[in-house]
């Protein structure tokens, strides 16, 4: 993995990364995620720093315009028609790759629902995700993609958004997806290389992609974006993260050994086996990135 770019660590049991969820950079006190998941969940912290994480989705180097063709690497042209995903448990990255605890909050600064927060790219609001810090200097960011494993067995029958059945995320049997993308591929022109499948997609981006977890074991992965990241004493400061869709795509398609995998009741469809390839594929791939 590159010095200053994003990967992802594999899933631990706990849904922590198997970093530790306390200490943190300049003494900061013990602090951890709540436990459970409340609607209104108590705050990590009082006071702190917001830290404005700007997602910006890309694909070959360039913006992944959203409901708009784009031109893949591979010459063919992907017109993405829906992106969600979710992040929990977000931290910054102290010396040493302790991980220090941070509150998901809302515009007005309060923890956001079941402290998670919720990107669709419908909406433009959902692209900033807002942190409150403790001042000092760290070495990048880390978060779930996805949701901790008290939120994925929760029922969103009963929840508010973002874990309601509006979100489009639920997925019977398993709990919620972590992440969604669909859209639709047309193969390169004649003689720009490439390679068709029957369904209209290519063999390095599929058409669907849908990565999630179940409910009796925890598999949200954990992500780190490594690069420095010095958090002012007040006021506020941003940054923007790259979500690489290469990566997804090359991860979604990967060969990936799938041994173990068990899947959900019902007929198991190629965007669910795609989902399940970019989750064991994570630790090797470079999906989040700060940009310039």
Same mark, same amino acid.
């Given at each position: 993995m590159a010095p200053g770019t994003g990967g992802a =660590?594999?899933?631990?049991?706990d849904g922590s990364g198997g970093a530790s969820s306390t200490g943190g950079a300049g003494g900061q006190a013990e602090a951890s995620w709540p436990s459970g998941c409340a609607e209104r969940p108590a705050p990590i912290r009082t006071e702190g720093t917001i830290v404005e994480i700007a997602?910006?989705?890309?694909?070959?180097d360039k913006p992944f315009l959203?409901?708009?063709?784009?031109?893949?690497?591979d010459g063919s042209t992907v017109t993405p028609l829906n992106v969600r995903y979710y992040v929990s448990h977000a931290a910054l990255i102290?010396? =040493?790759g302790d991980l220090v605890p941070v509150d998901i909050v809302g515009p007005d600064g309060a923890p956001a629902p079941y402290g998670v927060h919720f990107y669709n790219a419908e909406d433009p609001g959902s692209a900033t995700l807002r942190l409150r810090a403790p001042a000092g200097s760290y070495e990048g960011v880390s978060f779930i993609w996805g949701l901790h494993q008290a939120c994925n067995v929760s029922r969103p029958e009963t929840n508010v958004a973002p874990l309601s059945e509006a979100s489009q995320m639920t997925w019977p049997h398993t709990g919620y997806l972590f992440l969604r993308y669909e859209g639709t591929v047309a193969p390169p022109a004649e003689g720009e290389g490439g390679s068709a499948d029957p369904e209209g997609g290519t063999a390095s981006v599929p058409p669907a992609v849908h990565m999630g977890g179940n409910l009796l074991m925890d598999l949200a992965p954990r992500v780190e974006v490594r690069g420095a990241l010095s958090v002012p004493a007040s006021g506020s400061m941003g940054k923007v993260v790259r979500i690489v869709m290469d990566e997804v795509f090359g991860?979604?398609?990967a060969d990936v050994d799938m041994t173990g995998f068990v899947p959900?009741?019902?007929?198991?469809?190629?965007e669910l086996l795609a989902g399940e390839r970019l989750r064991?594929?994570?630790p090797d791939l470079t999906v989040f990135a700060f940009g310039p």
């Open positions: =660590g594999g899933s631990q049991p997602f910006e989705l890309v694909l070959g959203f409901g708009e063709p784009n031109v893949a690497p102290g010396a =040493g991860g979604a398609t959900p009741p019902g007929p198991v469809g190629d064991r594929g994570l």
